[in-house]
């Protein structure tokens, strides 16, 4: 890894402790309720449908929450993450739940390599992920390599426009500052909190990369997957703006007045085509 990227696996290290107590994770209810599914899982099952028997790869799966979802409903799982402290977390989540999962410690771009060249029906990679990556092509050509023919990625991820908005103001505004487009050099951010839970970290500088619509439509195309669907949400996981509006299902939007303004999210489905066809 380059220094960028070291630099946020030492913040993820940092996450993990925070994020296992946070009321937002809620891992102790996943632990003692066997039908508990993550909140990013039972919206994405709609998309992926019904993934009993299917070999599942979760890239970038912090501690695995989400991951040990998709077991729950029946998938064959494995999740990859940078952050050691994160899969040593997912293993014990698996092991204190009792749900099946495989973890392993691989920097993305690395995936292939550390799985061997195994393949998978899907690949899955849940929100907030892609933004930590600095080449959205080669990201797009590790997903691919590691389906199966006839399988698919499924992406639901920030959108290039809200990562574009600038949040850090106190106000109703939507006032583009950040690339919208993929640059070669990050957005640097230091802060010593982070999204969900109570606590510090101590290595709080943290680097993001953003990739525009066009050019995440394009790294998939041109690595050989076609792209089946590609939509476009008013909701997001998480507070983004500080006027957005936590609704009852516990998203956030814009201000009805702003609503249908700006795209939030943006989820993409891609099959690798079957041999021969």
Known sequence: MDAHREANRRNWDDRVPIHLGSEEYAVERFVADPGHLSSVVEFDREVLGDVAGLRLLHLQCHFGKDTLSWARLGAE?????????AVAEARRLAERSGVPGRFVTAEVYDAGEALAGERFDVVYTGVGAINWLPDIAGWARVAAGLLDPGGRLYVRE??????????????????????????????????????????????????????????????????????????EHRELEWQGLPHMEEGPDGRWRLPPAQRDLVPLMFSLLAVRPAAGG
């Open 77 to 85: 799982v494995t999740g990859v993450d940078f952050s050691e402290r």
């Open 158 to 231: 920030g959108h290039p426009v809200l990562w574009s908005l600038d949040w850090r103001e106190d106000d109703d505004e939507l006032s583009i500052r950040f690339p919208y487009f993929e640059t070669r050099d990050p957005v640097e951010w230091v802060e010593d909190h982070t999204y969900a839970g109570e606590g510090t970290l101590a290595n709080p500088t943290q680097y993001e990369w953003n990739h525009g619509i066009g050019e995440i439509v394009t790294a998939v195309l041109d690595a050989g997957l076609e792209v089946r669907m590609l939509r």
